[in-house]
């Protein structure tokens, strides 16, 4: 089983970044899967219907989520009914969308999980007895399992990635769009990553403008964010893993796109 997962794509510059790049990646290293952060999908904060089907157009499989699932009101009854789409499982119960789906591709079904941190960012439960209750209700439904841990907090991925080795295919960890150092396959054969990065413009901060980043940081004030074009790149990475589930192995995938 070969897994592309992308990096948080932000904005329209992330939306064109991952539709020229994705042909080619998938020619290159054939994934049986393409699973895509889309958080920041809609206008750098956020997802909408619309930008959610780009995505999938672009050639995704599923979506994943995060702190920001719920910036767009209009998209709540999208995230209900696209099977495809996940935010964080440890969100309210009742709330718009789901945190776990399977997606499949040939004999192979892919198990995806969503789940929020809590150092530094809000859920309604734990993120660890939270996986333990996704990977319950995934048993007999899936060959692979991959958990996208949405964190702020290196620590706490760190924790999930040691919590689940053994149990899921890959667990690999969002949000901070700073791609980490560390992608590597853990003991028990989960594949494992601090941070995949953004699929976005890294002529910004963090996506935004970094003029107006700096005016926050300069002066405090309230400065409307708006997101950067310059020098957008993709971040992802590419799992493998064999029959059993166990990973074999991760490479990192950081790849300039096209100049805005
Ligand atoms: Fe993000
Ligand atoms: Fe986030």
């Not at 998938?26 to 089907?53: L, S, W």
């Not at 920001?68 to 009914?81: G, I, P, Q």
């Not at 080795?165 to 667990?171: E, F, L, Q």
Request: with cysteine.
């Amino acid at each position: 089983m070969k897994l592309l997962f992308v990096g948080d794509v932000v904005g329209g510059v992330g939306r064109r970044t991952l539709a020229a790049l994705l042909p080619a990646l998938r020619e290159r290293h054939e994934p049986d899967f393409v699973v895509v952060n889309g958080e920041n999908a809609a206008g750098g904060v956020g997802i909408t219907e619309k930008t959610a089907e780009d995505i999938f157009e672009a050639g995704a499989h599923a979506i994943t989520l995060g702190n920001h699932a719920y910036r767009h009101t209009e998209a709540y009854s999208y995230l209900d009914r696209e099977e495809r789409i996940v935010r964080p499982a440890n969100y309210p119960m009742g709330s718009p969308g789901k945190g776990v789906t399977v997606v499949e591709s040939g004999d192979l079904a892919l198990g995806v999980v969503n789940l929020s941190g809590t150092v530094f960012l809000d859920a309604a439960r734990s993120p660890f007895a939270e996986a333990d209750a996704a990977l319950a209700s995934l048993r007999g439904r899936a060959t692979h399992v991959l958990v996208d841990m949405h964190a702020e907090a290196t620590s706490e991925k760190v924790a999930m990635g040691w919590h689940l080795d053994g149990r899921v295919s890959a667990c690999l960890g969002t949000h901070t769009h700073i791609p980490t150092a560390d992608a590597r396959v853990l003991p028990g054969g989960t594949a494992y990553c601090t941070d995949v990065g953004m699929t976005g413009p890294r002529g910004g901060v963090i996506g935004v403008r970094r003029e107006q980043s700096l005016e926050r940081f300069l002066t405090m004030t309230n400065v409307r964010y708006e997101v950067a074009d310059e020098d957008p790149w993709l971040n992802a990475v590419l799992v493998e893993a064999g029959s059993d589930g166990r990973a074999t192995d991760i490479t990192q995938i950081l790849a300039p796109g096209p100049s805005a």
